[in-house]
């Protein structure tokens, strides 16, 4: 079994942090008018927030031009969480779940199933690693990495990223790779239950980011919660639904 969390919304909140940094680094590089106001940025992966930032600013996207302002925001936003420490938090229930499930993946479970932890975002490395970093959350605690600039196509989607990770949990798997209703995304936001569903993987949805559980249970998650508090209830869905 594989699952796979979503950062942002999901694992933790940064209250504004995150915007607050692209938006300095993006103005420091290329002007005033670099701003995300408006922009659509939850659960969607930063080169394509970046992108549509750069394009409104009226600065020419190259992948040189991306990956300048990606270094230039891992700077601001490590500096920001290091300055205001509180502002970063772990959703509720997270890091109990998360011992839950570590304690679970000890070996084989009792059925034989390999169970791997993995995070699948929009975040770049460098930046979701320091979010993670900064709430308690121990980012090599996740065998398998699947960041926002992993997509193996052009124009990258979200959706790519969860094959990218089934792949890559196959080290783990003895060579053999999870499937269906084996993998599990977890996410706060319809993007995260549309790359589910297009992988024919199920879905938790939370409600600790921006939309609500109608919002998700109306987009097709499989089941939707408010947070992850009720570690028994949590546990008990991922594994008697498979």
Known sequence: MLLLFDIDGTLLRTYGLGIRAIEQAGRELFGVNFSLEGLETAGRLDPLIFADAMTRAG???????IL???DAYARELIALLEAEPEATVAMPGVHDLLAALHERARG??????????GV???????TGQAKMRACGIDPFQFQVNVWGDDSPHEPPAREHLVGVGIERSAGFRGGTSPAG?????????????ACARS???RSLAVGTGSFSLEDLTACGADWAVTDLSDTAR????IFEGL
Do not use: K, Y
């Open 59 to 65: 600065v020419g996207v190259t992948r040189e031009r």
């Open 68 to 70: 300048q302002l990606r």
């Open 108 to 117: 084989r479970m009792a059925d034989g199933t390999h169970l791997t932890l």
């Open 120 to 126: 699948l975002t929009g975040n770049f490395a460098l």
């Open 181 to 193: 209703r084996e993998v599990v995304v977890i996410g706060d936001t319809p993007h995260d239950v």
């Open 199 to 201: 992988n024919g993987c």
């Open 234 to 237: 949590v546990l008990s869905w």
